[in-house]
């Protein structure tokens, strides 16, 4: 049974930082492209950040470059989101997903992941 377990939200001020964590079980995660998704009240669900399985390629939408990191620890079977410089606009449910195409590279629709797991709240305040 595939299992993805988000922690790390929390409420933060503008212009703090949280790591999230996504640890995976059931699956080996250096044979997927691991995801994260965020989801506000209201609003569709959008690609934050992806790495492929082989790690070769990392992709962010524009609003978090330069500010948010994804990286990947297939030791611990865990992936990470490293947010930094936050505004108030990144508060949401935060989601990590898996995805099995190893010749998609880093695909931004939602729909294209295979595993999710249940988020993890992510609040900054003004």
């Known amino acids: 049974q595939v299992q993805l377990v988000e922690s790390g939200g929390g409420l933060v001020q503008t212009g703090g930082s949280l790591r999230l964590s996504c640890a995976a079980s059931?699956?080996?995660?250096?044979?997927?492209?691991m995801g994260w998704f965020r989801q506000a009240p209201g609003k569709e669900r959008e690609f934050v950040a992806a790495?492929?399985?082989?790690?070769?390629?990392?992709g962010y939408r524009d609003s978090v470059k330069g500010r948010f990191t994804i990286s990947r620890d297939n030791a611990k079977n865990t992936v990470y989101l490293q947010m930094n410089s936050l505004k108030p606009e990144d508060t949401a449910v935060y989601y990590c997903?898996?995805?099995?195409?190893?010749?998609?590279?880093?695909?931004?629709?939602?729909?294209?992941?295979?595993?999710w797991g249940q988020g993890t709240q992510v609040t900054v305040s003004s």
């Open positions: 790495v492929t399985w082989s790690g070769g390629r990392i």
């Open positions: 059931g699956l080996t995660i250096s044979s997927y492209t």
């Open positions: 997903a898996a995805d099995n195409c190893k010749m998609c590279g880093t695909r931004e629709n939602w729909g294209s992941y295979d595993y």
